[in-house]
Protein backbone atom coordinates (compact mmCIF):
# COMPACT_ATOMS: atom_id res chain seq x y z
CA UNK A 1 0.00 0.00 0.00
CA UNK A 2 1.50 3.92 -0.72
CA UNK A 3 1.40 5.93 2.12
CA UNK A 4 -0.33 9.16 2.03
CA UNK A 5 2.19 12.06 2.21
CA UNK A 6 1.95 14.97 4.76
CA UNK A 7 4.50 18.09 4.35
CA UNK A 8 5.11 20.51 6.58
CA UNK A 9 5.61 24.18 5.20
CA UNK A 10 6.39 27.40 6.88
CA UNK A 11 8.20 30.85 7.65
CA UNK A 12 11.79 30.39 9.04
CA UNK A 13 11.51 29.81 13.08
CA UNK A 14 8.01 29.17 13.56
CA UNK A 15 8.92 25.44 14.60
CA UNK A 16 8.38 23.44 11.39
CA UNK A 17 11.61 21.24 12.62
CA UNK A 18 10.63 20.73 16.23
CA UNK A 19 7.39 19.47 15.11
CA UNK A 20 8.58 17.35 12.36
CA UNK A 21 11.13 15.99 15.51
CA UNK A 22 8.54 15.67 17.95
CA UNK A 23 6.27 13.77 15.75
CA UNK A 24 9.04 11.71 14.28
CA UNK A 25 10.77 11.26 18.20
CA UNK A 26 7.17 10.53 20.05
CA UNK A 27 4.64 9.42 18.31
CA UNK A 28 5.69 7.12 15.49
CA UNK A 29 9.06 4.64 15.04
CA UNK A 30 11.15 6.22 12.98
CA UNK A 31 13.46 4.17 10.76
CA UNK A 32 17.00 3.68 12.09
CA UNK A 33 19.58 5.99 10.43
CA UNK A 34 21.32 3.95 7.46
CA UNK A 35 25.24 4.57 7.00
CA UNK A 36 25.62 6.75 4.09
CA UNK A 37 22.38 8.67 4.46
CA UNK A 38 21.84 12.23 6.07
CA UNK A 39 21.85 12.33 9.60
CA UNK A 40 19.66 15.49 8.93
CA UNK A 41 16.42 12.98 8.32
CA UNK A 42 13.82 15.28 6.74
CA UNK A 43 11.15 12.37 6.05
CA UNK A 44 10.06 9.98 8.87
CA UNK A 45 7.15 7.30 8.41
CA UNK A 46 4.53 7.88 11.03
CA UNK A 47 1.72 6.29 12.60
CA UNK A 48 -1.29 7.76 13.96
CA UNK A 49 -3.74 5.79 15.74
CA UNK A 50 -4.30 2.95 12.64
CA UNK A 51 -3.10 5.18 9.91
CA UNK A 52 0.36 5.07 8.59
CA UNK A 53 1.71 8.43 6.40
CA UNK A 54 4.67 9.72 5.70
CA UNK A 55 6.33 13.08 7.40
CA UNK A 56 8.18 15.63 5.18
CA UNK A 57 9.94 18.72 6.51
CA UNK A 58 10.13 21.02 3.82
CA UNK A 59 12.63 23.37 5.74
CA UNK A 60 15.77 24.69 4.29
CA UNK A 61 18.41 27.37 4.82
CA UNK A 62 17.12 30.52 6.37
CA UNK A 63 18.39 33.75 4.23
CA UNK A 64 18.78 36.85 5.39
CA UNK A 65 16.96 38.88 3.72
CA UNK A 66 13.30 39.09 3.52
CA UNK A 67 12.17 39.16 -0.19
CA UNK A 68 14.52 36.27 -0.09
CA UNK A 69 12.42 34.72 2.59
CA UNK A 70 9.19 34.95 0.92
CA UNK A 71 10.69 33.49 -2.33
CA UNK A 72 11.95 30.39 -0.30
CA UNK A 73 8.32 30.04 1.32
CA UNK A 74 6.86 29.98 -1.82
CA UNK A 75 9.66 27.33 -2.93
CA UNK A 76 8.57 25.23 -0.36
CA UNK A 77 4.70 25.40 -0.68
CA UNK A 78 5.31 24.33 -3.83
CA UNK A 79 7.28 21.36 -3.30
CA UNK A 80 4.09 20.29 -0.91
CA UNK A 81 1.60 21.40 -3.34
CA UNK A 82 3.41 19.09 -5.88
CA UNK A 83 4.44 16.08 -3.62
CA UNK A 84 1.90 15.64 -0.39
CA UNK A 85 -1.27 14.29 -0.53
CA UNK A 86 -1.91 17.12 2.88
CA UNK A 87 0.10 20.20 3.47
CA UNK A 88 0.21 21.06 7.56
CA UNK A 89 0.95 25.16 7.15
CA UNK A 90 2.25 26.05 10.67
CA UNK A 91 2.28 29.72 11.71
CA UNK A 92 4.04 31.57 14.89
CA UNK A 93 1.28 32.91 17.43
CA UNK A 94 3.91 35.37 18.96
CA UNK A 95 4.98 36.76 15.87
CA UNK A 96 1.01 37.06 14.49
CA UNK A 97 0.17 36.75 10.95
CA UNK A 98 2.47 38.61 8.57
CA UNK A 99 2.57 39.11 4.84
CA UNK A 100 4.32 35.96 4.16
CA UNK A 101 1.76 34.01 5.75
CA UNK A 102 -0.97 35.23 3.70
CA UNK A 103 1.06 35.31 0.31
CA UNK A 104 1.78 31.74 0.92
CA UNK A 105 -1.64 30.66 2.08
CA UNK A 106 -2.96 32.19 -1.38
CA UNK A 107 -0.47 29.40 -3.18
CA UNK A 108 -1.90 26.90 -0.88
CA UNK A 109 -5.25 27.69 -1.26
CA UNK A 110 -5.58 27.85 -4.81
CA UNK A 111 -3.75 24.30 -5.34
CA UNK A 112 -6.67 22.55 -4.19
CA UNK A 113 -4.55 20.24 -1.62
CA UNK A 114 -5.82 19.98 1.80
CA UNK A 115 -4.67 22.66 4.15
CA UNK A 116 -4.56 21.88 8.34
CA UNK A 117 -3.45 25.27 9.52
CA UNK A 118 -1.23 25.05 12.78
CA UNK A 119 -0.87 27.52 15.24
CA UNK A 120 2.17 26.90 16.99
CA UNK A 121 3.57 28.10 20.55
CA UNK A 122 0.21 28.34 22.28
CA UNK A 123 1.64 27.43 25.75
CA UNK A 124 -1.21 28.37 27.03
CA UNK A 125 -4.33 28.60 25.25
CA UNK A 126 -5.72 31.23 28.46
CA UNK A 127 -2.91 33.65 27.13
CA UNK A 128 -2.51 33.10 24.02
CA UNK A 129 -6.16 31.80 23.16
CA UNK A 130 -7.68 34.90 21.57
CA UNK A 131 -4.90 35.69 19.52
CA UNK A 132 -5.36 32.24 17.69
CA UNK A 133 -8.68 33.91 15.87
CA UNK A 134 -6.59 36.33 13.66
CA UNK A 135 -5.51 33.52 11.98
CA UNK A 136 -8.61 32.64 10.44
CA UNK A 137 -7.99 35.64 8.21
CA UNK A 138 -5.97 33.47 5.77
CA UNK A 139 -8.85 31.89 4.65
CA UNK A 140 -7.79 28.19 4.96
CA UNK A 141 -9.76 26.76 7.44
CA UNK A 142 -10.00 26.74 11.34
CA UNK A 143 -6.26 27.02 13.29
CA UNK A 144 -5.81 24.60 15.24
CA UNK A 145 -3.80 25.47 18.55
CA UNK A 146 -0.70 23.75 18.94
CA UNK A 147 2.84 23.90 20.87
CA UNK A 148 5.43 21.62 19.23
CA UNK A 149 7.58 22.01 22.03
CA UNK A 150 5.63 21.43 25.33
CA UNK A 151 3.55 18.91 22.97
CA UNK A 152 -0.27 20.37 23.31
CA UNK A 153 -2.61 19.75 20.83
CA UNK A 154 -0.81 17.34 18.34
CA UNK A 155 -3.71 14.62 18.97
CA UNK A 156 -5.97 17.12 17.49
CA UNK A 157 -3.73 18.28 14.77
CA UNK A 158 -3.38 14.40 13.70
CA UNK A 159 -6.52 14.07 13.79
CA UNK A 160 -7.38 16.89 11.78
CA UNK A 161 -4.59 15.88 9.30
CA UNK A 162 -5.54 11.89 8.71
CA UNK A 163 -9.59 13.21 8.10
CA UNK A 164 -7.95 14.14 4.53
CA UNK A 165 -6.51 10.21 3.46
CA UNK A 166 -8.36 9.34 1.02
CA UNK A 167 -8.98 5.63 -0.64
CA UNK A 168 -7.15 6.43 -3.58
CA UNK A 169 -3.70 4.60 -2.37
CA UNK A 170 -5.81 1.76 -1.27
CA UNK A 171 -6.65 1.42 -4.87
CA UNK A 172 -3.02 1.96 -5.92
CA UNK A 173 -2.36 -1.55 -3.92
CA UNK A 174 -5.07 -3.21 -5.92
CA UNK A 175 -2.59 -2.42 -9.38
CA UNK A 176 -1.04 -5.11 -10.06
CA UNK A 177 1.59 -4.20 -12.78
CA UNK A 178 5.26 -3.58 -11.54
CA UNK A 179 5.71 -0.39 -10.71
CA UNK A 180 9.44 1.21 -11.03
CA UNK A 181 10.52 4.87 -9.91
CA UNK A 182 13.75 6.12 -11.44
CA UNK A 183 15.53 8.33 -9.06
CA UNK A 184 18.37 9.65 -9.14
CA UNK A 185 20.44 13.38 -9.08
CA UNK A 186 19.55 15.98 -11.53
CA UNK A 187 20.92 15.74 -15.56
CA UNK A 188 21.98 12.17 -14.67
CA UNK A 189 19.44 10.33 -17.72
CA UNK A 190 16.78 9.57 -15.78
CA UNK A 191 14.33 11.01 -18.64
CA UNK A 192 16.70 9.76 -21.59
CA UNK A 193 16.19 5.90 -19.90
CA UNK A 194 12.46 6.27 -19.94
CA UNK A 195 12.52 7.31 -23.41
CA UNK A 196 14.53 4.80 -24.41
CA UNK A 197 12.72 2.17 -22.65
CA UNK A 198 9.39 3.77 -24.67
CA UNK A 199 11.25 3.45 -28.43
CA UNK A 200 12.57 0.23 -27.92
CA UNK A 201 8.89 -1.28 -27.29
CA UNK A 202 7.20 0.98 -29.26
CA UNK A 203 4.12 0.48 -26.92
CA UNK A 204 2.62 3.54 -24.63
CA UNK A 205 -0.73 2.49 -23.31
CA UNK A 206 -0.87 5.85 -22.13
CA UNK A 207 0.66 8.51 -20.15
CA UNK A 208 -1.35 9.54 -17.04
CA UNK A 209 -0.99 11.62 -14.56
CA UNK A 210 0.20 10.03 -10.86
CA UNK A 211 -2.88 9.58 -9.15
CA UNK A 212 -1.89 11.71 -5.81
CA UNK A 213 0.46 13.98 -7.16
CA UNK A 214 1.67 15.66 -10.94
CA UNK A 215 4.22 13.39 -11.36
CA UNK A 216 4.00 11.95 -15.34
CA UNK A 217 3.63 7.83 -15.37
CA UNK A 218 4.30 6.38 -18.46
CA UNK A 219 3.01 2.94 -18.95
CA UNK A 220 4.95 0.83 -21.19
CA UNK A 221 4.53 -2.86 -22.29
CA UNK A 222 7.46 -5.35 -22.75
CA UNK A 223 6.76 -9.11 -24.18
CA UNK A 224 3.30 -8.88 -22.66
CA UNK A 225 3.81 -7.02 -19.27
CA UNK A 226 2.90 -4.13 -18.57
CA UNK A 227 5.06 -1.99 -16.39
CA UNK A 228 4.60 1.49 -14.80
CA UNK A 229 7.73 3.69 -14.65
CA UNK A 230 7.02 6.52 -12.46
CA UNK A 231 9.83 9.58 -13.84
CA UNK A 232 11.09 11.83 -11.09
CA UNK A 233 13.01 13.89 -13.90
CA UNK A 234 11.56 17.04 -14.51
CA UNK A 235 10.45 18.25 -11.36
CA UNK A 236 13.54 20.09 -10.41
CA UNK A 237 12.80 23.68 -9.98
CA UNK A 238 15.29 26.73 -10.64
CA UNK A 239 17.19 27.75 -7.59
CA UNK A 240 20.47 29.64 -6.48
CA UNK A 241 20.56 27.26 -3.53
CA UNK A 242 22.29 23.89 -4.28
CA UNK A 243 20.89 22.43 -0.77
CA UNK A 244 17.56 23.29 -1.60
CA UNK A 245 17.63 21.29 -5.12
CA UNK A 246 19.01 18.16 -2.90
CA UNK A 247 16.55 18.59 -0.25
CA UNK A 248 14.22 19.04 -3.02
CA UNK A 249 15.19 16.10 -4.87
CA UNK A 250 15.26 13.56 -1.82
CA UNK A 251 11.45 14.89 -0.93
CA UNK A 252 10.07 13.64 -4.44
CA UNK A 253 12.07 10.51 -4.64
CA UNK A 254 10.62 9.90 -1.42
CA UNK A 255 7.14 10.35 -3.13
CA UNK A 256 8.57 8.05 -6.09
CA UNK A 257 9.47 5.61 -3.95
CA UNK A 258 6.91 5.11 -1.72
CA UNK A 259 4.54 4.37 -4.96
CA UNK A 260 6.93 1.89 -6.38
CA UNK A 261 8.02 -1.92 -6.11
CA UNK A 262 11.03 -1.39 -7.61
CA UNK A 263 13.43 1.24 -7.69
CA UNK A 264 15.66 2.33 -10.34
CA UNK A 265 18.81 4.60 -9.02
CA UNK A 266 20.71 6.25 -11.81
CA UNK A 267 24.20 7.22 -10.98
CA UNK A 268 25.99 9.43 -14.07
CA UNK A 269 28.72 6.99 -15.11
CA UNK A 270 30.90 10.56 -16.22
CA UNK A 271 30.20 11.79 -12.41
CA UNK A 272 30.94 8.92 -10.32
CA UNK A 273 28.94 8.06 -7.37
CA UNK A 274 28.63 10.94 -4.63
CA UNK A 275 27.23 11.25 -1.10
CA UNK A 276 23.87 12.92 -2.67
CA UNK A 277 23.61 9.62 -4.87
CA UNK A 278 23.36 7.69 -1.23
CA UNK A 279 21.29 10.29 -0.24
CA UNK A 280 18.70 10.10 -2.52
CA UNK A 281 18.83 6.06 -2.46
CA UNK A 282 18.64 5.79 1.19
CA UNK A 283 14.62 5.49 1.14
CA UNK A 284 14.73 2.59 -1.06
CA UNK A 285 16.51 0.41 2.04
CA UNK A 286 14.20 1.86 4.77
CA UNK A 287 10.92 1.58 2.78
CA UNK A 288 12.46 -2.51 1.86
CA UNK A 289 11.83 -1.47 -1.78
CA UNK A 290 13.95 -3.71 -4.77
CA UNK A 291 16.83 -1.41 -5.71
CA UNK A 292 18.87 -1.80 -8.92
CA UNK A 293 21.66 0.77 -9.61
CA UNK A 294 21.89 2.05 -13.00
CA UNK A 295 25.38 3.14 -14.22
CA UNK A 296 24.64 5.53 -17.24
CA UNK A 297 26.84 7.69 -19.78
CA UNK A 298 29.07 4.28 -19.91
CA UNK A 299 29.38 4.63 -23.36
CA UNK A 300 31.48 7.96 -22.40
CA UNK A 301 34.06 6.36 -20.03
CA UNK A 302 37.55 5.32 -21.68
CA UNK A 303 37.90 2.03 -20.19
CA UNK A 304 40.90 -0.88 -19.65
CA UNK A 305 40.28 -4.61 -18.31
CA UNK A 306 39.93 -2.78 -14.73
CA UNK A 307 37.48 -0.48 -15.55
CA UNK A 308 34.54 -2.04 -14.88
CA UNK A 309 35.70 -3.47 -11.34
CA UNK A 310 37.10 -0.18 -10.20
CA UNK A 311 34.08 1.29 -10.59
CA UNK A 312 31.97 -1.16 -9.20
CA UNK A 313 34.21 -1.25 -5.78
CA UNK A 314 33.74 2.92 -5.71
CA UNK A 315 30.02 2.17 -5.84
CA UNK A 316 29.63 -0.77 -3.21
CA UNK A 317 31.64 0.98 -1.10
CA UNK A 318 29.37 4.43 -1.32
CA UNK A 319 26.88 2.78 -1.30
CA UNK A 320 28.01 -0.03 1.18
CA UNK A 321 24.01 0.05 2.77
CA UNK A 322 22.42 -1.42 0.42
CA UNK A 323 24.62 -4.55 -0.82
CA UNK A 324 22.01 -6.41 -2.24
CA UNK A 325 21.00 -3.54 -4.90
CA UNK A 326 21.89 -5.15 -8.30
CA UNK A 327 24.34 -3.41 -10.43
CA UNK A 328 24.21 -2.65 -14.26
CA UNK A 329 26.15 -0.71 -16.68
CA UNK A 330 24.08 1.53 -19.36
CA UNK A 331 23.83 3.67 -21.88
CA UNK A 332 20.47 5.79 -22.38
CA UNK A 333 22.34 7.71 -25.70
CA UNK A 334 23.09 3.83 -27.58
CA UNK A 335 20.92 1.79 -26.05
CA UNK A 336 23.65 -0.38 -24.29
CA UNK A 337 21.66 -3.06 -21.95
CA UNK A 338 18.55 -1.02 -21.69
CA UNK A 339 16.97 -3.66 -22.12
CA UNK A 340 17.95 -5.87 -19.61
CA UNK A 341 16.61 -3.37 -16.99
CA UNK A 342 13.28 -5.52 -17.54
CA UNK A 343 15.19 -8.51 -17.01
CA UNK A 344 16.43 -7.85 -13.88
CA UNK A 345 13.14 -5.74 -12.62
CA UNK A 346 11.40 -9.06 -13.08
CA UNK A 347 14.08 -10.77 -11.20
CA UNK A 348 13.89 -8.57 -8.62
CA UNK A 349 10.13 -7.98 -8.17
CA UNK A 350 10.05 -12.61 -7.96
CA UNK A 351 12.52 -12.27 -5.24
CA UNK A 352 10.42 -9.52 -3.59
CA UNK A 353 7.80 -12.02 -3.09
CA UNK A 354 9.64 -15.38 -2.29
CA UNK A 355 8.57 -17.75 0.37
CA UNK A 356 11.17 -19.94 2.31
CA UNK A 357 9.74 -23.07 4.27
CA UNK A 358 10.05 -22.86 8.01
CA UNK A 359 11.65 -25.95 8.32
CA UNK A 360 14.50 -25.20 5.80
CA UNK A 361 14.99 -21.96 6.77
CA UNK A 362 15.70 -23.53 10.57
CA UNK A 363 18.07 -26.12 8.87
CA UNK A 364 20.06 -22.88 7.64
CA UNK A 365 20.10 -21.04 11.44
CA UNK A 366 21.35 -24.70 12.98
CA UNK A 367 23.81 -24.65 10.54
CA UNK A 368 24.44 -20.87 10.86
CA UNK A 369 24.83 -21.10 14.73
CA UNK A 370 27.22 -24.00 14.32
CA UNK A 371 29.61 -22.58 11.98
CA UNK A 372 29.78 -18.81 14.50
CA UNK A 373 28.71 -19.51 17.87
CA UNK A 374 26.11 -16.78 18.89
CA UNK A 375 27.19 -13.20 21.01
CA UNK A 376 27.23 -13.70 24.89
CA UNK A 377 27.19 -11.18 27.22
CA UNK A 378 28.35 -11.07 31.57
CA UNK A 379 28.34 -15.08 30.95
CA UNK A 380 24.96 -14.74 29.56
CA UNK A 381 24.78 -16.35 25.65
CA UNK A 382 22.30 -15.56 22.91
CA UNK A 383 19.92 -18.62 22.19
CA UNK A 384 18.15 -18.84 18.65
CA UNK A 385 15.16 -20.97 19.25
CA UNK A 386 13.57 -20.89 15.44
CA UNK A 387 13.15 -18.75 12.83
CA UNK A 388 10.09 -17.99 10.46
CA UNK A 389 8.94 -16.27 7.46
CA UNK A 390 5.99 -13.83 7.93
CA UNK A 391 5.62 -11.18 4.95
CA UNK A 392 6.57 -10.43 1.63
CA UNK A 393 7.17 -7.08 -0.58
CA UNK A 394 9.60 -7.65 1.76
CA UNK A 395 10.86 -11.08 2.42
CA UNK A 396 10.68 -10.43 6.34
CA UNK A 397 11.92 -12.87 8.89
CA UNK A 398 10.81 -13.50 12.78
CA UNK A 399 13.77 -14.91 15.12
CA UNK A 400 12.65 -16.02 18.45
CA UNK A 401 15.65 -16.11 21.10
CA UNK A 402 15.55 -16.17 24.80
CA UNK A 403 17.36 -12.49 24.78
CA UNK A 404 17.18 -9.82 22.03
CA UNK A 405 19.63 -7.49 23.82
CA UNK A 406 22.09 -10.42 22.87
CA UNK A 407 20.99 -9.85 19.51
CA UNK A 408 23.23 -7.47 18.13
CA UNK A 409 23.51 -6.03 14.77
CA UNK A 410 26.55 -8.05 13.12
CA UNK A 411 24.89 -11.58 14.07
CA UNK A 412 21.45 -10.51 11.82
CA UNK A 413 23.91 -9.82 8.99
CA UNK A 414 25.61 -13.29 9.43
CA UNK A 415 22.40 -14.50 8.82
CA UNK A 416 21.07 -12.43 6.33
CA UNK A 417 24.22 -13.28 4.24
CA UNK A 418 23.51 -16.83 5.31
CA UNK A 419 20.12 -17.07 3.92
CA UNK A 420 21.41 -14.60 0.70
CA UNK A 421 23.79 -17.86 0.03
CA UNK A 422 21.42 -20.13 0.08
CA UNK A 423 18.07 -18.19 -1.55
CA UNK A 424 19.81 -15.17 -3.49
CA UNK A 425 17.25 -13.10 -2.72
CA UNK A 426 19.62 -10.36 -5.77
CA UNK A 427 18.00 -6.54 -5.26
CA UNK A 428 15.85 -6.80 -2.71
CA UNK A 429 15.97 -5.56 1.03
CA UNK A 430 15.15 -8.07 4.07
CA UNK A 431 13.32 -7.52 7.17
CA UNK A 432 14.20 -8.81 10.41
CA UNK A 433 12.13 -8.91 13.14
CA UNK A 434 13.87 -10.28 16.62
CA UNK A 435 11.24 -11.82 19.72
CA UNK A 436 11.71 -13.32 22.89
CA UNK A 437 9.60 -15.79 23.72
CA UNK A 438 8.01 -13.73 25.97
CA UNK A 439 6.74 -11.21 22.95
CA UNK A 440 9.32 -8.52 23.39
CA UNK A 441 10.27 -7.36 20.14
CA UNK A 442 13.38 -5.14 18.33
Given at each position: ????I???V?RP????S ?12 IV ?5 V??D?I?A??S???M????I???G??P?SK??I?S??R???QI????A?VI?F?V ?6 V ?6 AD ?6 KP ?9 S????G??V???Y???I?DP??V ?6 G????L ?5 H????Q???AE ?8 V??P ?9 K??G ?10 G ?8 EVV?N????V?I????L?R?S?I ?16 ER?D?VILVI???E???E?D ?5 S?P???K?L ?5 KW???E?ND?T????TR?I??T?S???Y?E?L?IS ?13 IDM?R?N?T??IA ?6 I???A????Q???D??K????Y???Q ?12 N?KE???F?Y ?13 F???AL??II????G??Q
Amino acid sequence: MSKPIVAIVGRPNVGKSTLFNVLAGEMISIVKDTPGVTRDRIYADCSWLDMNFTLIDTGGIEPDSKDIILSQMREQAQIAIDTADVIIFIVDVRQGLVDADSKVADMLRKSGKPVVLAVNKVDSFQKFGNDVYEFYNLGIGDPIPVSAASRLGLGDLLDEVTKHFSAEQLEEAEDERPRVAIVGKPNVGKSSIINKLIGENRVIVSNIAGTTRDAVDTEVVHNGTEYVFIDTAGLRRKSKIKEDLERYSIIRTVSAVERADVVILVIDATEGVTEQDAQIAGSAPDRGKGLIIAVNKWDAIEKNDKTIYEHTRRIRDTLSFMPYAELLFISAVTGQRISKLFELIDMVRENQTLRIATGVLNEIMTEAVALQQPPSDKGKRLKLYYMTQVAVKPPTFVIFVNDKELMHFSYVRYLENRIRESFGFRGTALKFIIRERNGKEQ
